[in-house]
């Protein structure tokens, strides 16, 4: 079987969770669900407007501020750098004085080309 492509729109707290879970249970026996295993989850993009995520690689961005994720596994550079992504709907109020956003973020176009 192929591997699962992920693409992840925001490198918050929930997608440290995500990245890091394949690596917390390398090695532990896992059962397949629909053929597929937690090893075929393969990270293609990822996309922040977080001034201290962007242009890292994913590995380090997901523990990188305000993410307070705990970090439960040793993750190993992934290669996918963290792109810059369209702030849409702007940025929430509670958080405008906790992460600066990178340059008020890039095209919707300019996402879709990676």
């Known amino acids: 079987m192929s591997k699962i492509k992920v693409a ?3 490198v918050g707290n929930t997608a440290s969770a995500l990245v890091q879970s394949p690596y917390y249970y390398k090695g532990k026996e896992e059962a397949p ?3 597929y295993k937690i090893s075929d989850v393969e ?34 550079n992934t290669g996918v750098k963290v792109s810059c992504g369209p702030v849409l ?8 004085h906790i992460m600066k956003p990178v340059r008020k973020g890039c095209s919707l176009e300019e996402a879709v080309e990676i």
């Not at 709907?89 to 405008?96: F, R, S, T, Y």
């Open 43 to 76: 990270y293609v993009a990822a996309f922040d407007v977080n001034k201290n995520k962007v242009g890292k690689d994913l590995s380090e961005a997901i523990f990188a501020e305000p993410n307070i994720t705990p970090k439960f596994a040793e993750v190993e």
């Open 89 to 96: 709907d702007g940025v929430a109020k509670h958080m405008e």
């Open 8 to 10: 992840l729109a925001g």
């Open 33 to 35: 669900l629909g053929g």
